[in-house]
């Protein structure tokens, strides 16, 4: 009965008759499905692995749920028109719930609050927070698209009682469109499957500025009836194309009006006079970026350990208990980055990059393919708490490099090891973990993290610890090998890297508020310090990252939500950060008639003054510059947002900040991401996400 009700409460209501042809589809070309999803009892007890939400977790959590249910314990419960939908990640067996709050955007937007973009939805982007990779081993170094790639560790596994559908679009200024299918059901009881894809199309603002991003994936998740068996797979895709202007030739000309109230008549350093078509099937670039990637996981595991049940009235819920964990996990991942200019312009290039003579397309490129194998035994100690377990790994992967000529390949052999312990009664949890690449091409890279977190109590709130100390090689566009090398060749004697964190987290959710710290420690730092050259910082240096999260109730429905980072890196390092980062959020807010959840209000979000990073549209990367300050006016935007059922709405002004009155009335007193890359003036969003059952 527990178990149901933590169900029942947690019902994500989302009615619907209709149905979509693109189902039909669906059921077709997976003809298992055709059985029929068979109704099932409301409760966790028929979800695999659901035990771990009220006491699994970690490398493998309790194995509730039963086997194959029986015609004649089948009943009505009134809910047949709603769902239950849960959805974990790989390598954690908790369960969460699908997010229904609406006081946020950036929850459904790829470019977190805390990011900046160059100017148009889809192009570069990179944190205003000092984050240096923590990863050991190869690394292709290409991260400025990061923000519109699915990685690893966010994609769902969903187990959900009926199937379900969610569409979602966003229409902003210039024709700017984002759409959104994600579908998911269960074949059987034990048995999920889901599909996602989204499309991004945004002409941009300025001249030559359009992006175009497609991505696919498809991911299965399998357990066996007795419970001994899963299997996790997925495939996905990134389609990604970005045009590229390097800029504002004139900055000048921002000031010019009316001559240039229209942004896209400021000519631009790359790209000539290309003509931007707002027809979101377009997707064509002339000058700019394209990084396409592809990723196949397949994990199968199969556990020793002890079977039990439990017997109510109606039903027999049988459980299963791993002991010992055997498990394979196959990666294939292939990667393509291209720069091409069909159009180029040589006084640009001569300009930023020395380049002289050049014929009237230009390119460089590198591709890689990635194929890794990981056997890993996992050990639970105590059969009564599935979140303590041992876990020891070793994987293989092969390296090969497609660059046109000389093509590389190598491998790696690394060693992995993890102990992880969530107390029973849930007031430590401890996790200590290391990588060692004992062999190959990055021998000597390695990760050790080290975390504690104590549940002080109710009142008193939680507080974690954690250490983390990374070697890693620089990543490889760092590299002579690496065409994006081209133009300093010769100057990569670079070490490895040595970079440590130690950081605590204070929660208090009574309170509703977080505090938190960060200190970096790091040495033999790489990085690009113009639009051509990378170079390495020998000077051991640090940077202190301070953060404080409080929600202010102010009264019945005003709410104040404030967030506020605070960064500082000792002199003469090779990073510029703002000083201080904030966003402020005041919203009214609340549950109105009987389906009606509405948070309306302005949204404030401000940075100091600092020599912001340039961009290096060849290379695709961002670089440090020490001669342009930037300062920049609160960037400010109204929003509404309102969710009926199973629909979320949302309308948003952006950018309310460049509205100005002189010389000329409108918003063109633009911000600026780069010192050449202005961000738009007003913005307006629509957008519309519903969810139903089918």
């Known amino acids: 009965m527990y178990v149901q009700k933590r169900a029942l409460a947690a019902r994500f209501f989302c009615r619907s008759s209709g149905r979509l042809p693109f189902i039909v589809l669906f059921l077709t070309l997976f003809t298992v499905t055709t059985q029929a999803q068979r109704p099932q009892r409301p409760g966790l007890q028929n979800i695999p692995g659901a035990g771990a939400l009220l006491g699994g977790g970690g490398g493998g959590g309790r194995s509730g749920g039963g086997g194959p249910f029986k015609d004649s314990l089948l009943h009505r419960t009134g809910m047949e028109d709603s769902a239950t939908i849960l959805y974990r990640y790989l390598d ?59 990685q690893e560790n966010q994609v769902r596994f969903y187990n959900t009682t009926r199937p379900f559908t969610e569409l979602s679009y966003v229409l902003g200024s210039r024709a700017e469109q984002n759409i959104g299918v994600l579908h998911t059901q269960n074949i059987r009881y034990n048995w999920n499957f889901s599909f996602r894809y989204n499309l991004m199309n945004a002409p941009g603002i300025f001249r030559n500025q359009l992006t175009n991003h497609n991505n696919y994936l498809f991911n299965t998740w399998y357990t066996s009836p007795n419970r001994r068996y899963n299997a996790f797979f997925y495939a996905g895709a990134s389609r990604l194309a970005a045009s590229e202007n390097g800029g504002l030739r004139n900055l000048a000309l921002l000031d010019s009006v009316p001559s240039f109230s229209d942004r896209f008549n400021i000519p631009a350093n790359f790209g000539g006079n290309a003509f931007s078509s707002s027809n979101f099937l377009n997707n064509t670039v002339n000058t700019g970026n394209r990084y396409n990637t592809s990723s196949v996981l397949l994990r199968q595991s199969y556990d020793l350990g002890k079977k039990d049940s439990v017997v109510t009235d109606s039903a027999t819920t049988y459980l299963f208990y791993p002991r010992l964990r055997f498990q394979h996990t196959f990666r ?35 591709a890689w393919q990635a194929v890794t194998h990981e056997a890993a035994v996992y050990q639970f100690p105590d059969i009564k708490n599935q979140l303590q377990f041992l876990k020891v790994a070793a994987g293989y992967q092969r390296l090969q ?155 019945r429905y005003w709410n104040w939500y404030a967030e ?19 966003r402020q959020r005041l919203a009214y807010e609340g549950r109105f008639f009987k389906n009606l959840n509405l948070s309306t209000g302005l949204e404030l979000r401000y940075h100091t003054p600092y020599k912001a990073d340039g961009y290096s549209p060849v290379l695709g990367q961002f670089f440090l510059q020490n001669d342009t300050l930037i300062r920049n006016r609160p960037d400010i935007a109204a929003f509404f947002h309102v969710r009926i059922r199973s629909w979320y709405l949302f309308v948003r002004g952006e950018n309310l900040n460049t509205l100005q009155f002189n010389p000329a009335f409108g918003f063109l007193r633009n911000n600026f991401a780069t010192p050449l890359q202005p961000t738009p003036g007003l913005f307006l969003r629509f957008g519309i996400y519903w969810g139903f059952v089918n």
């Open 564 to 582: 506020i980072f605070l960064q500082q890196a000792t002199a003469n390092a090779p990073v510029n950060l703002p000083l201080l980062l904030t």
């Open 92 to 150: 954690t067996s908790r369960f969460l719930f699908l997010d229904s709050s609406v006081n946020d955007f950036t929850k459904r937007w790829p470019i977190a609050w805390t990011s900046i973009f160059l100017g148009n939805t889809g192009s570069a982007s990179r944190s205003l927070l000092f984050s240096p990779r923590f990863q050991p081993g190869w690394d292709h170094g290409m991260h400025a698209y990061d923000a519109y790639t699915l």
């Open 332 to 366: 294939y991942n292939r990667y393509s980055f291209e720069y091409a200019d069909s159009r180029v312009d040589e006084e640009s290039y001569r300009r930023f990059y020395g380049l002289a003579g050049l014929p009237g397309t230009y390119g460089i490129r590198d």
């Open 401 to 555: 490099a497609d660059f046109g000529l000389n093509e590389s390949a190598f491998t790696n052999l690394y060693v992995n090891g993890e102990y992880r312990n969530k107390t029973r009664n849930r007031k430590w949890d401890m996790e200590l973990t290391g990588t060692l690449f004992a062999a190959g091409a990055y021998a000597g890279d390695y990760q050790v993290l080290a975390s504690l977190k104590r549940v002080i109590g109710a009142r008193l709130g939680s507080l974690a610890l954690s250490f983390e100390n990374v070697n890693r090689t620089p990543s490889f566009v760092h590299d002579d090998r690496s065409n994006f090398k081209v133009f300093n060749r010769g100057n990569t004697n670079f070490g490895k890297e040595n970079s440590t964190r130690l950081s605590g987290v204070y929660e208090l959710p009574a309170q509703r508020l977080q505090l938190a710290a960060s200190y970096y420690l790091l040495s033999n730092f790489t990085y690009f310090k113009s639009f051509t050259e990378s170079v390495q910082e020998a000077t051991l240096f640090n940077v202190l990252q301070v953060q404080g999260q409080k929600q202010f109730r102010l009264n």
